[in-house]
T-cell receptor, first 115, second 110 residues
Framework: SAVISQKPSRDICQRGTSLTIQCQVDSQVTMMFWYRQQPGQSLTLIATANQGSEATYESGFVIDKFPISRPNLTFSTLTVSNMSPEDSSIYLC????????????FGEGSRLTVL | GQNIDQPTEMTATEGAIVQINCTYQTSGFNGLFWYQQHAGEAPTFLSYNVLDGLEEKGRFSSFLSRSKGYSYLLLKELQMKDSASYLCASYGGATNKLIFGTGTLLAVQP
């Protein structure tokens, strides 16, 4: 199993600012992903965080808006840039220990409110 | 691509049995997950099916039919604490991304 810590757990942000969310895993993992969960909705995959290279973004998400870093096998960051109220959401970091299939572990999420 | 459908809401009675259905269309299908998510918390793993058939784990069971693109989660002896969202998710594609359905909000009533 993997224990995933995210910070901040919640924040209130002003329109036009940017915020970086940090994700720390307690063991080395092969795959890390970032999801968004808007109020009352399910999870939407933003991107796969690739170690040492650019993240792979899903349709509708771009690097300029959601830059992602993954410097090693236990840590990743997601930045939400130039925020607007529509970015108010829970952002979840997740990890999988293998490259194939297997359980995906989730952090507790970072709840962002943009005013 | 990947498309997953499940009912938005269900209501059941404490002590009863409830079945939550999920249909999926996933290219390169590699397995189906069920997660439970209580309000304000992270999703937690319930089950994983990759082969056809029924997987039983205590009060929870999950079924998969790959030929029909169909799965269900069966919850027995319902308890009030089972009130939560139940998320169906499928692995697929070249990079084995886990894509979630809309989730089914289950309300267990006394």
């Amino acid at each position: 199993s993997a224990v995933i810590s995210q910070k901040p757990s919640r924040d209130i942000c002003q329109r036009g600012t940017s915020l970086t969310i940090q994700c720390q895993v307690d063991s080395q993992v092969t795959m890390m992903f970032w999801y968004r969960q808007q109020p009352g909705q399910s999870l939407t995959l933003i991107a796969t965080a690739n170690q040492g290279s650019e993240a792979t973004y899903e349709s509708g998400f771009v690097i300029d808006k959601f830059p992602i870093s993954r410097p090693n096998l236990t840590f990743s960051t997601l930045t939400v840039s130039n925020m607007s109220p529509e970015d108010s959401s829970i952002y979840l970091c997740s990890a999988r220990q293998g490259a194939g299939t297997g359980e995906l572990f989730f952090g507790e999420g970072s709840r962002l409110t943009v005013l | 691509g990947q498309n997953i459908d499940q009912p938005t809401e269900m209501t059941a009675t404490e002590g009863a049995i409830v079945q939550i259905n999920c249909t999926y269309q996933t290219s390169g299908f590699n397995g189906l997950f069920w997660y439970q998510q209580h309000a304000g918390e992270a999703p937690t793993f319930l089950s994983y099916n990759v082969l056809d058939g029924l997987e039983e784990k205590g009060r929870f069971s999950s079924f998969l039919s790959r030929s029909k693109g169909y799965s269900y989660l069966l919850l027995k002896e319902l308890q009030m604490k089972d009130s939560a969202s139940y998320l169906c998710a499928s692995y697929g594609g070249a990079t084995n991304k886990l894509i979630f359905g809309t989730g089914t909000l289950l309300a267990v009533q006394p």
